[in-house]
């Protein structure tokens, strides 16, 4: 009898772990997802690499594989050739979804941009903000966020929206060679870039960008229309990760800057810096702020990108906001 209750009892106990397994899905495999970056220089995208580090996207069956690209150019067409699934870009290419790109973005993830800079040569005699008017400045691409940028200060300024002249290299390793060796007269890249050529003695940041955007949201999380509506557990479960790694990260100053450090190539304490200025442009939960997307909306306009402001969904879905991870 007692060798029945045993066998009766191990089978229960089986039977409610495979319940167990199917209700949460940890019985399964993670589901694979190609995530991307849109620059591989920038700290706040290291947030991806803490969540798989940490096993947090894990925790949401999620399989991570990050793939960085160079520039907003090139990841927009990585998410149209469906080499990615989901990734972070900047909050100006949204715009791209007015104009027949299938790409949507599903959730806000940073806001005022503290982390783009205007950098310059150490040796440049540019030393104000007014010493840019009519300067030639480069930026990765073509239609990125850092020439949105330079337009906005050109315009802020009051020198009109070509009042700096702006060039696209290709990838910030360029744009950066090109500035030392005067080939353009500086370029719109990451603070943490300009803060480590600081250091170096090798450039100088001329201003940060916070001022002339301080509504704004200067990255966002974009997938393809067509996969919210075909994978929406999978956006989901993603935006959890990614939004409980960036929990991780508010209350982990040390491991989250020896990962930075480690990812980026960076020095310690230029990434504790950049962890102090850049920590408050997070979200917590991916909602979208209502004054900042005006400022998006109408600066497409005043820029010429659009003839006339986009509705909300034209730019994004608030499908899977506010994330509560």
Do not use: C
Not at 17 to 28: E, S
Not at 312 to 323: E, G
């Amino acid at each position: 009898m007692i060798k029945q209750i045993g066998k009766a009892l191990a089978a229960a106990i089986a039977a409610a772990a495979m319940l167990l397994g199917a209700g949460t899905g940890r019985a399964h495999a993670a589901d694979k997802l190609h995530v991307g970056k849109a620059i591989n220089v920038l700290w706040i995208y290291t947030i991806l690499d803490i969540g798989v580090d940490q096993g947090i996207f894990n925790k949401y069956g999620l399989d991570i594989e990050i793939s960085v690209l160079p520039g907003d150019a090139k990841f927009q067409q990585a998410l149209i050739s469906k080499s990615i699934d989901i990734g972070l870009a900047s909050g100006a290419a949204m715009a791209l979804s007015v104009k027949g790109s299938p790409a949507i973005a599903v959730a806000a993830f940073s806001g005022a941009p503290r982390n783009f800079s205007v950098i310059v040569a150490a040796d440049s005699d540019i030393k104000e903000v007014k010493d840019l008017k009519g300067r030639l400045l480069a930026s990765a691409t073509a239609g990125s966020l850092p020439q949105w940028l330079m337009k906005r200060l050109a315009m802020k300024e009051g020198w009109g929206v070509n009042g700096i002249r702006m060039t696209a290299t290709g990838g910030f390793e360029a744009s950066m060679a090109a500035t030392l060796t005067h080939a353009v007269d500086g370029f719109m890249g990451a603070t943490e870039a300009g803060l480590k050529l600081e250091k170096e003695k090798r450039a100088r940041i001329v201003t940060n960008m916070e001022k002339y955007a301080p509504r704004f949201i200067t990255q966002v999380v974009s997938t393809r229309r067509d996969f919210v509506a075909e994978h929406p557990d999978l956006v989901e479960r993603f935006l959890k990760g990614l939004f409980a790694t960036v929990a991780f990260v508010k209350t982990h100053k040390e491991k989250t800057t020896e990962i930075a450090t480690r990812v980026l190539h960076q020095d310690k304490d230029v990434m504790e810096k950049t962890y102090d200025l850049e920590l408050p442009m997070l979200s917590s939960d991916g909602t979208f702020d209502a004054p900042s997307i005006e400022v998006l909306k109408e600066s497409y306009v005043e820029m010429g990108i659009l003839d006339k402001k986009p509705d909300d969904a034209q730019l994004f879905t608030t499908k899977f906001l506010p994330v509560k991870p």
